[in-house]
């Protein structure tokens, strides 16, 4: 089957529309995706459109159907879009031009570096870990890895070297794509030193490429390390033409990405091909209700899922042209996100609370001359957005004119969840609102009954699979299975609780596991607990979330020290911090850091975290029971401690 794509008839345009559609998901799933997966190119049409239970877990879709993501998100709108921009790209300085790919440029670039991949041995199957700044180079190795049938694995510019060689051994990665540097604000990320320092522990990969873009001083490595610019050098000599696109089954993995959880180790999620294309392109056209021509500008690093989401596949498969920005929302000022819209004349903002909040503090005056009469649409992700953000963003960004999609969703879903569309649906400050059709979500109470009725509240969980949703932890089926679908028998568990108001909206109050929402990144406290305690002289740590202004949620760590602070307490937290550094990366460092001399246990060991979190928060008297605790007397001692 070989269809071509014109135009989006599941685009839903009304609310009446929306109910509508829901009610058919919700009464025949498959007969719903089937509809919409017809719209896209497959080399063969599946036998049957899903296949699941959630006991192993086991879920797949589009069984037995056969195509590759890219040819839907670049050759086939060839034809009709050739040269119209696929990306637009803004550099971190903006006295740099911008560049701009039309999807035949786009196309020529990705099937030239296939040919440097496979000519480097990449082979379908094969991990490929990609750690690079926001460039197009970055879309080109993701997209190609894509094509050549290679799993991508794109780890986040600010992770350490030892988070980036833990995933990449996990992931069994045999080739890495890099840069030499990448610029972020007033920062040059050695990028490649870093990866150097990584690859030390990694015996097992055999080839490095090294994209060229800060001109920082790089080792070459002889035999392991080449240069993008040589390697694409040579292919153009030999001339070899477009690369067609290595046929994929609809499971065959498409990528994997790292996310914390409540354990010390990061889990490998993986998405494949035929899902996850046909979920990111379908929440992609509704959520955001985009028209042929606009400019999408999604603020998010392709290191994490948003990124690959909502900057590349989803845009790329709509046809639509996608804004990638190399830099930071307040570098060189805080007016850059509206200066970018003003010069490109985006229609479509997609940011992060965080973002936002850090903009409020900078007040109005970074809007001033600025034209931002080209946005249609603003939309959140990542973190709960307090209502005095909700109305910043919807009055000064939007003008009060573009409504404002906050969309829930995780890495594990792939795509948008629960969100209002665009000017379709209702919007309410600080609710994700309702549904997507073919999401069914439900709350429960701790022991997994379900909360029905609504103006109740509970732990969120998802009925019915969807089409992009998780389909293993790499490596560790067991790891998904325990994570996900053990706590509540049947049902996948999100982490998250919500309450869903009388007129049943659903508004996303946070996690309700021991994972931090540290600026819109996951962290797990576990994970940061475990680099707290690889500092000399820590004997133990615990690590909690507290309300941050800015950041959403700070982490806040309890530490209990052995060794001697020598002259200064000052100095012993920045060790520890610079250990988290190292181990995970900046982004994990804590916020706060409390000496203590013993922790709030249980007999049987266990920290209260609860009576540790009503710390952070500032809470200095009232712990409720802890008759439990081994020493109560610890409460008291922590709560009167200095940070
Ligand atoms: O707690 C929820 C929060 O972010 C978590 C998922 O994080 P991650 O996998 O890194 O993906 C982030 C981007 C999709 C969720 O479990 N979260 C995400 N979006 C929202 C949100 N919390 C409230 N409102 C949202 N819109």
Same mark, same amino acid.
């Given at each position: ?29 498959e007969?719903?995706w089937?509809d919409?997966a017809?719209?896209?190119i497959?080399?063969?049409?599946w ?9 192993e ?13 890219t ?6 709108h060839?034809? %009709?879009k050739?040269?119209? !921009?696929?990306?637009?790209?803004? !550099?971190?300085? !903006? ?13 020529d670039?990705?099937?030239r ?6 000519? /480097?041995? $990449?082979?379908?199957?094969d991990?490929?870990c ?5 460039? !197009? ?5 993701v ?13 986040? +510019? ?8 833990? #995933? ?15 610029y ?7 990028? =490649? ?8 522990g990694?015996?097992g $990969? ?18 392991r390390?080449?240069?993008?610019e040589?390697? $694409? ?10 690369? %067609?696109?290595?046929e994929m ?7 994997i ?6 354990? &010390?180790?990061?889990? *490998?999620?993986v ?20 028209q042929?021509? %606009?400019i ?30 190399? +830099?930071?929302?307040?570098w ?6 509206w200066q970018i819209?003003? #010069? ?20 109005? *005056?970074?809007?001033?001359g600025?034209d931002?009469?080209?946005?249609r649409?603003?939309?959140t992700?990542?973190?709960?957005i /307090? ?10 960004? *939007? ?8 969309t829930?969703?995780?890495?594990e ?26 999401v ?10 379900e909360?029905?009725? /609504? +103006?109740?509240? &509970? ?8 089409p ?10 067991e790891?998904?299975?325990? /994570? ?5 028998p049947?049902?996948y568990?999100?982490?998250?609780? @919500? ?10 109050t946070? #996690? ?27 004997v133990e740590? @615990? ?7 800015? =950041?959403?949620q ?8 052995? +060794? ?12 520890i ?15 706060k850091?409390?000496?203590?001399t013993?922790?709030?246990k ?14 952070a ?16 007397? $610890?409460?008291g001692?922590?709560a009167?401690?200095?940070?």
């Open positions: 089957m070989y269809l071509a794509f014109m135009s989006y008839p599941y685009q839903i345009t009304s609310y009446s529309r929306y109910r509508e559609e829901y009610a058919r998901s919700e009464q025949d799933p007969a719903f089937e919409i017809s719209h896209f497959w080399r063969r049409k036998d049957r459109v899903l296949d699941w239970n959630f006991h877990p086991h879920v797949k879709w589009f069984l037995g159907g056969r195509l590759n993501i040819e839907n998100c670049l050759d086939r060839l034809r %009709e050739g040269d119209t !921009p696929a990306i637009i790209w803004e !550099p971190n300085n !903006p006295e740099e031009f911008s560049r701009e790919l039309t999807y035949r440029e786009l196309f670039q990705v099937n570096f296939c040919h440097v991949l496979v000519r /480097n041995g $990449v082979k379908k199957g991990r490929v990609i750690y690079m700044g926001m460039t !197009p180079e970055l879309a080109i190795a997209l190609a890895c894509a094509r050549a049938g290679a799993i991508h694995s794109v780890i986040f +510019g600010g992770f350490s070297a030892q988070s980036i060689a833990d #995933r990449i051994q996990d992931a069994g990665a045999e080739y890495v794509i890099t840069s030499d540097g990448a972020r604000g007033g920062k040059d990320i050695p990028l =490649k030193q870093v990866m150097d320092d990584a690859l030390g990694c015996p $990969v055999k080839r490095v490429i090294v994209a060229m873009r800060t001109r920082t001083p790089v080792s070459m490595m002889k035999g390390d080449v240069w993008w040589d390697e $694409v050098a040579a292919v153009d000599a030999i001339a070899p033409g477009n690369f %067609e696109a290595v089954d609809s499971e065959d993995p498409l990528f990405l790292y996310t914390s959880g409540s354990t &010390g180790k990061p889990k *490998g999620v998405h494949t091909h035929g899902g996850y294309m046909v979920y990111t392109h379908y929440t992609f056209i509704n959520v955001f209700q985009y042929p021509g %606009e999408h500008y999604c603020t998010a690093d392709i290191g994490w899922i948003t990124g690959h989401s909502y900057v590349l596949y989803g845009p790329l498969s709509a046809g639509a042209t996608t804004l990638m920005f190399e +830099g930071i929302p307040t060189p000022d805080a007016g850059r996100f819209i003003e #010069r490109h004349r985006v229609h479509i903002l997609y940011t992060a609370p965080t973002a936002i909040r850090s903009l409020m503090s900078f007040g109005t *005056g970074p809007f001033e600025r931002l009469s080209s946005l649409v603003l939309g992700v990542g973190e709960p /307090n209502e005095e953000a909700w109305h910043w963003y919807h009055q000064h960004a *939007g003008g009060g004119r573009c409504p404002v999609v906050d829930w969703w995780q890495t879903t792939g795509g948008v969840m629960i969100s209002n569309l665009a000017g379709v649906t209702p919007q309410k400050p600080a609710y994700a609102t309702l549904p997507l059709p073919g069914h979500p439900l709350l429960v109470d701790e022991s997994g009954k909360i029905t009725g /609504n +103006g109740v509240s &509970g732990n969120l969980c998802i009925r019915h699979p969807w992009s949703m998780i389909r293993t932890t790499y490596g560790d089926h790891r998904c299975r325990q /994570n996900y679908f053990s706590t509540y049947l049902l568990f999100t982490g998250d609780g @919500a309450l869903r108001d009388g007129e049943g909206y659903y508004r996303i946070g #996690r309700v596991d021991d994972v931090l929402n540290v600026s819109g990144h996951r962290i797990g406290t576990a994970e940061v607990e475990n680099a707290i305690n690889m500092h000399t002289g820590v740590s @615990a690590v909690v979330g507290y309300p941050h202004d800015i =950041k959403g700070g982490i806040y760590a309890f530490v209990l020290f052995s +060794g001697h602070h020598g002259s200064d307490e000052e100095l012993t937290r920045r060790d911090l610079q250990t988290v550094a190292r181990v995970i990366g900046p982004i994990a460092k804590p916020d850091i409390q000496f203590v013993g922790l709030p249980t007999r049987s060991g266990k920290i209260m975290r609860r009576i540790l979190r009503k710390i928060e500032g809470e200095r008297e009232q712990f409720g029971d802890t008759t439990t605790l081994l020493d109560p007397g $610890v409460v001692e922590i009167s401690g200095k940070i």
